[in-house]
T-cell receptor, first 111, second 114 residues
Framework: SQQGEEDPQALSIQEGENATMNCSYK?????LQWYRQNSGRGLVHLIL?????REKHSGRLRVTLDTSKKSSSLLITASRAADTASYFC???????????FGAGTILRVKS | DAGITQSPRHKVTETGTPVTLRCHQT?????MYWYRQDPGHGLRLIHY???????DKGEVSDGYSVSRSKTEDFLLTLESATSSQTSVYFC?????????????FGNGTRLTVT
């Protein structure tokens, strides 16, 4: 069963535009993480937000967490062609860092 | 990539044969994980380990076994491969260990069972 589900499944934007991806989950969490995956490669960790945090920034990335709605969003500002990848949210529900991943959002940034 | 090496990178095998995938890390991290990735499912946890000889099952463990006799190696075995086990397999480590720690992933093993 999937804990996190991303929306949209696919997103195509022009270089320079902002990209927003959303993640919804079902049960209470310790933290929520976002990962990026380039074609043919492993996942790369982007950002971790704990359940008692509401917003975090890292460079051009902004993540929000709304535990009352059980949802998170990932905003990539001023997108670049190199941001083309799949993006996954993952939730940690219990100690031991057993992450549960969503199915991902495929982002395409056109130059 | 936190010193994670998966081998082999690609494998084609026949139904009913045993297959072992290897994950090797160079940094002596305690927590290691095996995930499989399939279209529409994201990544699903197969087994994980929190130390030598300490392993436990994940969400989709049926048909898989693991062993960890050394800190640096985490082996995933398909006892008798089936076509449903055709997938991309990823090993991951938790750098900080325990909770609230990002995972670092290897580059995956693409397994095809014919």
């Amino acid at each position: 069963s999937q804990q996190g589900e991303e929306d949209p499944q696919a997103l195509s934007i022009q270089e320079g535009e902002n990209a927003t991806m959303n993640c919804s989950y079902k049960t209470s969490i310790n933290n929520l993480q976002w990962y990026r995956q380039n074609s043919g490669r492993g996942l790369v960790h982007l950002i971790l937000i704990r359940s008692n945090e509401r917003e975090k920034h890292s460079g051009r990335l902004r993540v929000t967490l709304d535990t009352s709605k059980k949802s998170s969003s990932l905003l990539i500002t001023a997108s670049r062609a190199a941001d083309t990848a799949s993006y996954f949210c993952a939730t940690e529900m219990e100690y031991g860092n057993k992450l549960v991943f969503g199915a991902g959002t495929i982002l395409r940034v056109k130059s | 990539d936190a010193g994670i090496t998966q081998s082999p990178r690609h494998k084609v095998t026949e139904t009913g044969t045993p297959v072992t995938l290897r994950c090797h890390q160079t940094e002596n991290h305690r927590y290691m994980y095996w995930y499989r990735q399939d279209p529409g499912h994201g990544l699903r946890l197969i087994h994980y380990s929190y130390g030598v000889k300490d392993t436990d099952k994940g969400e989709v463990s049926d048909g898989y076994s693991v062993s960890r006799s050394k800190t640096e190696d985490f082996l995933l075995t398909l006892e008798s491969a089936t076509s449903s086990q055709t997938s991309v397999y990823f090993c991951a480590i938790s750098v900080k260990g325990g909770s609230n720690s990002p995972l670092h992933f290897g580059n995956g093993t693409r397994l095809t069972v014919t």
